[in-house]
Structures are given as C-alpha cells and as structure tokens.
C-alpha cells in the first residue's frame, strides 16, 4: 500500500455530514500521521495474539489453570419414595476456603413438575439448566405434551458430553414426575446419565449418604420424609466447611413440587441439640 492510497483513503473518511467535529478531526490527524510516515498499517494489525514469554506453554497453561479454578463445595440430595420425590440442598458457595455467599438457591426449578440441583461450578449449573428448562419449554409446544425426565435429564446430557473436556463443572441431579411415574437422574459435566432412587453430590455427600442410609424407607410419611431430607443436609453442614447456610427441602408429586422447608443452619443445630453436652463433639472426659 503506497503512502499516497493511504492518504486518499483516510481523506475520503472526512465527510462533514456524517461525522461530527471530534470524528472529523481524528481523521485530519491520521491522515497527517500518514503524511509524515508515522503510520504503517502492516504494523497496527496484529497477526496474532502475543503468548507467555516461557518454555513450557503447555505446562504453563495447565498450572495457571488450577490457580484460577478454585475448589468447589456444596450438599445435595434426592430420593424417591412412596409418596414422591424429595429434594434438599444447603446453600453455601465457595471459591476454595473463601465463603463467598450464604444464600444461593442451588434448586433450579426448569417447570412446575421438574427440579434441577447445583453442585460444581454455580455459573455452569445455572445457565445450562436454565438453558434446559428453553429446550423443555420448546419440546411442550411443539409436541402440545410435556417432556418426561428421563428425556429432559438426556437433552442436558447430550450438551454435557458435546462440552467435554472444555472445562465445564457440574454434577446435577435432575428430578421430577411425569406419566410414568417419578423420577431421578444424575448428570455431570463429561456426559454421564444415571438413573437411581437415592443420589447425593457435593463435598458432604458422604455425611448425607451417612444419615440417609440409615433414616431411609420407602413407605415413609411425607413429614418423615421431609425431616429425613432436612436432617442429612443438616450433618453434611455441620461436617463439612463448605457446606452451610440454608436447608431447602422441595417434595414432588404428580400435581408438581412444592417447597417445603428452608431453615437457617443454626436454628436446625440448636433445635436438635438444645443441650450442647449432648453433641457427639462436645467435650467429655479422658478415659
């Protein structure tokens, strides 16, 4: 490009009728930046971006990333029993061992009878169930019917898998009841769809485990139920220091779910042990 076609065409830009003063005057001064030689268009455009000044790129880049992809903790469960499905979640959010929020609402209600859980990466959790609940939306009206789980938990899994290996975090439960009955199917971030009556994930999905193996049966009240559900979320904070906050307990049945509980931590603990000596922790003497 000759200094002379560079100069016509930034000149060409000066129309006073469409630009204004301070455009206008931009132009004339690229224009004479052109004139004097101050300007090489070849050198503005960068061919590519600059890369890390080191030996190992590809090392480098893998340990930049675990710096810059903090631990996740959360609690969360569902089971199916006779009377329907329960669903409880604690409420914690953290970015290793920073508590970044007590109040986040890790039950992403997709429509009136489906339910998905949080656990992993919060923005990944919410923007593909979200996203699910579009493609639930669009499935009733064009098929005039609504979409059962074991095919909505499947949608989620196919975009899970066509992200593989791309960074996403999530371990998500999907849960509802349809024609066929209830449901409840656990997906995660590489793809993998599991269909099971009692699922818990997170970091205190063990302590949860623990309580629930213990407390379940499948003719169980709906109170008993509930309590059950309340009462495994309640250990799993106690025990685990990134789950805390809030218990949300949600029952579904074939008329949709319903919020049944959400109790702070603290008031769950003092209501099980009014007594502090009575705590499994608390401190006794030597033997």
């Known amino acids: 490009i000759t200094e002379g076609i560079i100069t016509m065409a930034l000149a060409s830009w000066h129309v006073p009728d469409l630009l204004d003063n301070k455009c206008a005057s931009s132009a004339a001064s690229a224009a004479n930046l052109a004139r004097e030689g101050a300007l090489d268009v070849r050198e503005s455009i960068p061919s590519s971006f600059p890369l890390p000044p080191v030996k190992d790129l590809e090392g480098f880049e893998k340990d930049a990333q675990q ?10 469960l569902g089971f199916i029993f006779e ?6 979640v604690d ?20 429509n009136p009878y489906l339910l998905g859980t949080m656990a992993g990466g919060a923005a990944d959790c919410a923007f ?9 939306r669009l ?36 849960a509802g009841w349809d024609p066929s009955g209830p449901a409840i199917f ?25 309580v629930l193996d213990q407390g379940y049966k499948w003719d169980m009240e709906v109170e008993t139920a509930v309590e ?25 049945t074939k008329e949709g779910w319903v919020k049944m509980r959400g109790n702070n931590h603290y008031d769950m603990h003092y209501d099980y042990y009014p007594v502090g000596t009575e ?3 608390s401190g006794g003497s030597v033997i």
């Open 139 to 174: 499935f009733e009206l064009k098929n005039k019917k609504r979409i059962t789980v074991c095919a909505a938990s499947k949608l989620l899994a196919n975009v899970m898998y066509s992200y593989k290996g791309m960074g996403l975090s999530m371990g998500s439960m999907i």
């Open 228 to 252: 059950l559900g309340q009462r495994a979320i309640y250990h799993a904070q106690f025990r685990d220091a990134v789950s805390g906050g809030t218990c949300s307990v949600y029952h579904i």
């Open 83 to 88: 009377k329907g499905v329960i669903i409880a």
């Open 279 to 281: 705590h499994a922790t």
């Open 186 to 210: 656990y997906v995660d971030s590489d793809g993998q769809r599991t269909r099971g009556k009692i699922f818990s994930v997170g970091s205190g999905s063990l302590y949860a485990y623990g």
């Open 128 to 136: 593909w169930q979200r996203n699910l609940g579009m493609q639930c």
């Open 67 to 76: 710096l810059i992809k903090p631990s996740h903790g959360t609690t969360t």
């Open 91 to 110: 409420s914690r959010a953290s970015q290793g061992s920073y508590v970044s929020s007590q109040t986040v609402k890790k039950v992403i209600e997709i």
